[in-house]
């Protein structure tokens, strides 16, 4: 993955939060991704919602595993810390660091292969153990770093570029962390900034384990008529010279509408999903209720949006396995150590 850094150039009248800081200095690389790709648009809502939040960079910590999605961290807060694991195992590793160090702000970036074939397992332990992150789901139902095969979250009856269409049933990640017991559960739209920006900072402000299913169309290989979460794209601009692939830029699809809208939207192959907001009145506190709302606007063709659900009366990880406040990362060796005689007592029991 190639590596650029921004040119460090701000307008000196740029809005600073209450710590000074300006958006750009929350800014990461130059993204390498396809021009239009989805995924930009969700590190621009993240560097709006950690610069809005007045998050200190040192104190963030950024993690992922593999795939177009888990780049994404490279280009935002380039003075956080940072681990991008291998495939899947993104949470396990989150799980470790947040064990050591609980004062870092966490946000794990993953996409619908990441987390929801090999990495299902973590997925499903992380939401199990409360762990205290916002899990961010970059969801276009491709691997795309492999050339475009179906994903777990792939629709029935989505069409690939070559080959047959999909017949499996998809793994919804909302309806999954809902049957887990996820404490904070939203899906957004990539185009919809000012929608999935509040979402974000609501995930890192809440205690426990924070969902954002983001769907976010691939432009390079979901581009052709019959795909259900991309933006299709005639290479008109081609011409085959040796065996290699030109991804021509595509204009970015955006949306604004109406708390408890349904608004279609229109992908650049002609194709359209429907996405609705949920009412301003709805009650994100009921598992039930919540469950049966996403599964009646599923048959009924429609994705929603929004904050689904949420539960702030169970404690987080460290709450629930009683765990000091001082970090581990942070306590003193001599009373990390239990000593000769009591690791001797421990180590008994297992012989």
Same mark, same amino acid.
């Given at each position: ?36 790709? *989805? ?33 994404? &961290? ?10 991008? /694991?291998?495939?899947?195992?993104? &949470? ?30 973590? +997925? ?70 000012? !929608?999935? @920006?509040?979402?974000? !900072? ?9 969902? %954002?299913?983001?769907? /976010? &169309?691939?432009?390079? +290989?979901?581009?052709?008529? *019959? ?14 010279? @040796? ?30 999903? %429907? ?37 702030? /009366? ?17 306590? &003193? ?19």
């Amino acid at each position: 993955m190639s590596y650029i850094s921004k040119p460090k150039v701000a307008h000196p009248n740029m809005p600073r939060n209450s710590l000074g800081l300006t958006a750009r200095d929350y800014e990461g690389a130059v993204s390498t991704l396809c021009a239009g790709c *989805g995924h930009d648009s969700v590190t621009a809502a993240i560097v709006q919602a950690v610069f809005e939040l007045n998050v200190e960079p040192h104190m963030l910590a950024k993690m992922s595993g593999i795939g177009c999605s888990s780049k994404t &961290p490279a280009y935002f807060v380039n003075h956080a810390h940072g681990f991008n /694991s291998v495939h899947g195992r993104m &949470p396990s590793v989150t799980t470790g660091a947040s064990a050591a160090n609980r004062t870092l702000t966490y946000i794990g970036v993953s996409g619908d292969g990441d987390s929801l074939s090999i990495g299902v397992g973590q +997925f499903v332990h992380a939401i199990r153990r409360n762990l205290n992150m916002c899990y961010i789901i970059e969801n276009n139902g491709v691997y795309g770093l492999t050339k475009g095969q179906f994903s777990a979250s792939a629709d029935i009856g989505s069409k690939p570029k070559k080959g047959l269409p999909n017949q499996q049933e998809p793994i919804d990640p909302v309806s999954t962390a809902l049957s887990l017991g996820a404490t904070y559960i939203a899906r957004g739209f990539s185009g919809d900034k000012e !929608q999935l @920006v509040p979402l974000i !900072q609501g995930a890192l402000l809440h205690e426990g384990f924070s969902l %954002v299913d983001v769907i /976010s &169309p691939c432009v390079t +290989f979901n581009d052709h008529e *019959g795909s259900t979460k991309s933006y299709a794209h005639t290479r008109q601009f081609y011409h085959h010279v @040796v065996d290699t692939d030109y991804i021509a830029p595509a204009e970015e699809i955006k949306a604004a509408y109406a708390e408890g809208a349904a608004m279609p939207i229109e992908l650049h192959d002609g194709s359209k999903i %429907v996405l609705r907001k949920v009412y301003s009145d709805y009650e994100p506190t009921s598992r039930a209720s919540a469950f049966k709302y996403l599964r009646e606007r599923l048959n009924a063709g429609e994705i929603v949006t929004g904050l689904l659900y949420i539960d702030d /009366s169970r404690g987080e990880m460290h709450d629930l396995m009683g765990n000091i406040d001082t970090p581990l990362s942070e306590y &003193p060796l001599d009373k990390l150590h239990p000593g000769k005689e009591e690791l001797k007592k421990i180590l008994s029991r297992y012989r």
